[in-house]
């Protein structure tokens, strides 16, 4: 009993992200297809797409919502965009004094990419 | 009036791809955010992210509509989500014979890969 190790724990969206070929070698089964959807649908909003790019290109592709944008919409509609792109897996939250700090998941957006990459 | 030479014609949806930095370097503007979000959300259901894995997977990234597989949907419903890909810009349509083939637009496939690349 006492080799037994413990098994490394999986706390984060991120590690949960399908690490699918290139759609140009090949086509997607259903279980990828809604995951991936899901991912892409979060990205298919002009708001919540502006405030995914802000945090990604902030310093760490970590911002304070406190720093986000005037992106012409009203607080509880930024929060409610936030937790649309957590439950996608595209950015995790975490407090830091009485404020909510945003980060985007770096495997997501890989994921993705390499998704959309040529066949080349 | 005889030096005149003719401009080229732009014809097709990729030709007007914008071609955006990664988000992880820079923060969007509200008209690439339009263009974009667009885009993902043309891909944000998971039938049309099937079918057009399907078509870009195929030989050329070209498939006629008469070998797109079954994807548990009508025939009028797979006809309005090549609809909306189409008019995303993902993918172009031309017939032959008697039959539509849809083309993925690499242009257009580039520039979502490239603008969900890692900084590095």
Redesign the interface.
């Given at each position: 009993m006492s080799n037994l190790r413990e098994l490394p724990v999986l706390d984060t969206a991120a590690d949960a992200v399908p690490c699918c070929p290139?759609?140009?070698?090949?086509?997607?089964?259903?279980v990828d297809?809604?995951r991936?959807?899901?991912m892409?649908?979060?990205?298919?909003?002009?708001?919540?797409?502006?405030l995914?790019?802000?945090i990604?290109?902030h310093e760490g592709?970590e911002a304070c919502v406190c720093d986000l944008?005037d992106?012409g919409v009203s607080q509880p509609t930024v929060s409610h965009h936030l937790k649309k792109l957590r439950e996608a897996g595209l950015v995790s939250a975490r407090r830091k004094a009485s404020w909510m700090f945003y980060k985007?998941e770096?495997a997501a957006?890989?994921a993705?990419?390499?998704?959309?990459?040529?066949?080349s």
């Amino acid at each position: 009993m006492s080799n037994l190790r413990e098994l490394p724990v999986l706390d984060t969206a991120a590690d949960a992200v399908p690490c699918c070929p290139p759609l140009s070698r090949k086509p997607l089964d259903a279980v990828d297809a809604d995951r991936l959807a899901a991912m892409f649908k979060a990205l298919g909003d002009p708001v919540r797409l502006r405030l995914f790019s802000f945090i990604a290109s902030h310093e760490g592709g970590e911002a304070c919502v406190c720093d986000l944008p005037d992106v012409g919409v009203s607080q509880p509609t930024v929060s409610h965009h936030l937790k649309k792109l957590r439950e996608a897996g595209l950015v995790s939250a975490r407090r830091k004094a009485s404020w909510m700090f945003y980060k985007v998941e770096p495997a997501a957006l890989t994921a993705l990419s390499g998704l959309l990459a040529d066949r080349s």
